[in-house]
């Protein structure tokens, strides 16, 4: 509901009429006020109706042509003009003018005060402060309750959706954390963070472009800036869209802002929620509570990391939690013995993994991505996670999918696992008696190519140890490990079942 030139005409009691600058009539008015000064357009901002009799119109065309361009360049809703004192109609050559600049020109009749028209812009005006007041009442809570249930997503879609323009959470990094109704194309993202750039210390503020009207709103606490909120629009914020925005960006600041106690508190929830669905299909509590890890589509994806002791995986968790905060994701770790698993959007790619698990420098870490996943299907994704951490190098994430490995199919992964006992066996049983680690002297032999230094840095022994250790694994399996068919069958039956 705006207040425009359309509207003000269809008031049939003020008997208006439109004689020129049809094209402008939807043009908003956000006041209306009377001069009769020679130049009114030094003393108006915009969005007015101007209402005037004439008293002082200049007398030569000219002159006329420049008072109402220069009223138009003001940006004024339009004229209304008096008829029956000064003048008996009005001017023809003011018609024309007023059509070419497209700035609507309306003939107010005598017996129609100028107050009348002010005092029917005034309450149309504030009916619409009213309307937006109980909108906003309405809407907020909304917002509010957004950010419990759902987190940042949630409040980036209910602002969208309230306002009906794009609204972008981006993070410290000025990466996107989420965006309503879709995502940003790379023109306008690099346009956002251009205004971001020009000056990184604003609270607020609007870049209007040919295309979009970008506004950005800070997010910070004490001083520490956290990300931003943008909305991006074919026109300017209105009143209640900046009480919105504001009100999400204060929630996104108290986000920010919360207790360790409380932060503790809801990670350990995430935790027990994680537990429950890497078990199989989570029950419904536990379920609308990962679905706040998933990416719009609602599809989630694990990665899993073993390190070389618990000490380092409890480190790690507590790393990985802090960077998915400073990047306004959910934290979903859980730390079990040497192995930390962490749920991320379906969307995310390895590269995202290797900077929020941070393993680069940490001894014996070692990374593995799963399939793309409902949340129903968390076990599954774990299962893969944990597949390709297997055949990661140290300080390696690998995602076998994405990579085309056989054993990212589950019948091929299937057959294989299946015949792990069979062919395996006489390892199994010569460990189980004698402690000998075969198992995992030949994986690491066959990691390695069969490279005899690699392999026995990889196992932890001499390298005539690892030597002594081939021969008794040919004897026993009765086999030839410098056949390559051989060494690339045993692989792939470790590889697709991993204990």
């Not at 939807?26 to 030094?42: F, K, N, V």
């Not at 295309?211 to 914020?237: C, E, M, W």
């Amino acid at each position: 509901m705006t207040t425009t030139v359309r509207w003000l005409l269809g008031q049939r009691d003020l008997q208006l009429t439109l004689l020129g600058g049809a094209a402008g009539q939807d043009r908003d008015i956000d006041c209306a006020l009377s001069s009769e000064l020679p130049a009114p357009h030094e003393w108006l901002a915009g969005g007015e109706l101007l209402l005037t009799t004439g008293l002082r119109l200049p007398d030569s065309a000219e002159d006329r042509r420049r008072y109402l361009t220069r009223l138009d360049e003001t940006k004024i809703a339009g004229v209304g003009f008096g008829v029956g004192l000064g003048f008996d109609d009005v001017p023809g050559d003011l018609v024309d003018i007023a059509d070419e600049l497209g700035l609507p020109l309306v003939k107010v009749p005598l017996p129609v005060p100028f107050s009348a028209i002010a005092r029917t812009v005034l309450d149309r005006i504030a009916a619409q402060r009213f309307d937006q007041f109980v909108r906003a009442s309405h809407t907020q809570p909304r917002i509010t309750r957004a950010v419990i249930a759902g987190g940042m997503p949630a409040v980036v879609r209910e602002l969208a959706d309230a306002i009906e323009q794009s609204v972008v959470l981006l993070d410290r990094e000025q990466q996107v954390v989420s965006a309503r109704p879709q995502a940003l194309s790379g023109e306008e993202l690099a346009s956002v963070r251009a205004q971001i750039s020009r000056d990184p210390a604003a609270s607020s503020g609007v870049t209007m472009t040919d295309q979009r009207v970008i506004t950005v709103q800070r997010i910070s606490v004490a001083g520490n800036v956290f990300g931003h909120l943008v909305v991006l629009g074919d026109t300017p914020l209105g009143d209640l869209e900046r009480v919105l925005v504001g009100h999400a960006t204060s929630l996104l600041s108290l986000e920010h802002a919360k207790p360790g106690q409380v932060l503790r508190d809801q990670q350990a929830l995430h935790a027990d929620a994680l537990t429950m669905a890497m078990a199989g299909p989570p029950p419904a509590a536990a379920r609308n509570i990962v679905l706040r890890a998933a990416d719009r589509e609602g599809r989630v994806r694990a990665a899993v990391v073993q390190y070389s002791g618990v000490g380092g995986a409890q480190r790690a968790a507590a790393s990985i939690a802090t960077e998915l905060q400073s990047r306004w994701r959910p934290v979903f770790v859980e730390q079990s013995g040497s192995e930390v698993v962490v749920l991320l959007r379906g969307e995310d790619q390895r590269g995202f993994a290797e900077s929020v698990l941070g393993m680069v420098g940490v001894q014996g870490a070692r990374g593995g991505l799963g399939t793309v996943a409902s949340v129903d299907e968390i076990a599954d994704s774990v299962r893969q996670a944990r597949l390709s951490c297997v055949v990661a190098a140290e300080g390696e994430v690998v995602d076998l999918l994405a990579q085309g490995s056989v054993l990212s199919l589950e019948p091929v992964r299937r057959a294989f696992s299946g015949a792990h006992d069979t062919v395996l066996g006489p390892l199994l049983e010569y460990d189980r008696t004698h402690d000998g680690g075969l198992v995992a002297t030949l994986r690491g032999y066959l990691l390695a190519n069969g490279h005899w230094e690699s392999a026995a840095a990889t196992v932890g022994v001499h390298r005539h140890t690892l030597r002594n250790r081939v021969d008794r694994i040919e004897g026993l399996l009765r086999v030839d490990l410098t056949d390559a068919r051989t060494r690339a069958e045993l692989l792939l039956i470790i590889l697709a079942d991993p204990r």
